[in-house]
């Protein structure tokens, strides 16, 4: 659940930066979250395959 509202949230951010003028720290606080969502999502897989291997 927690991937999910990172993305929405984070997307929702840029957008608001980007179309509705808000100000660039919402863009750059969205495109935050966002980036860290795709570095974090494989990491359980890989602790995964550590422990298992």
């Given at each position: ?9 984070g ?10 003028g808000?100000?660039?720290?919402n ?27």
């Amino acid at each position: 659940m927690l991937p999910g509202l990172c993305e929405i949230g984070g997307v929702y951010l840029i957008w608001l930066g980007l179309k509705e003028g808000k100000p660039l720290w919402n863009g750059l606080v969205g495109a935050l979250i966002f980036v860290t969502l795709i570095i974090a999502l494989p990491i359980p897989k890989c602790i995964c395959k550590l422990i298992l291997c």
